[in-house]
């Protein structure tokens, strides 16, 4: 099956950054939605970001409030790799993240873990001093 391989988690002091990578297989990363997600024992998967593909340009990015303004998804159409960029990390990022893609076609809920349908194994984040 088809696997999404996230890296670069670990453990960062409050204030911190990290760069997570999901790497791709070509037939996945032309998806019209790939995003992020983070899940922390006990609870729900949580929605983190996610970019939408257009017509025109490199996409749309969605940001859950949480992590606006420190957070940012990218991706690199020559690697085939998405990436999200966390800057400013709080002890409350500490999670499992994932990323995830959509095919095929648009979701209707980009914010909704059930709408993806290809996930990678997932990757630690520990915010702690």
């Known amino acids: 099956q088809v696997q999404l391989a996230e890296s670069g988690g670990g453990l960062v002091q409050p204030g911190g950054s990290l760069r997570l990578s999901c790497a791709t297989p070509?037939?996945?990363?032309?998806?019209?939605?790939m995003g992020w997600f983070r899940q922390v024992l006990g609870k729900e998967r949580e929605f983190v970001a996610a970019?939408?593909?257009?017509?025109?340009?490199?996409?749309?990015?969605y940001y859950a409030d949480s992590v606006k303004g420190r957070f940012t998804l990218s991706r690199d159409n020559a690697k085939n790799t998405m990436y999200l960029q966390m800057n400013s990390l709080k002890p409350e990022d500490t999670a499992v993240y994932y990323c995830?893609?959509?095919?095929?076609?648009?979701?209707?809920?980009?914010?909704?873990?059930?709408?993806?349908?290809?996930w990678g194994q997932g990757t630690q984040v520990t915010v702690s001093s």
């Open positions: 995830a893609a959509k095919i095929p076609g648009w979701p209707r809920d980009y914010g909704s873990s059930g709408e993806y349908n290809y």
């Open positions: 070509g037939s996945i990363f032309g998806a019209y939605a």
């Open positions: 970019i939408l593909r257009s017509v025109v340009g490199s996409g749309t990015t």
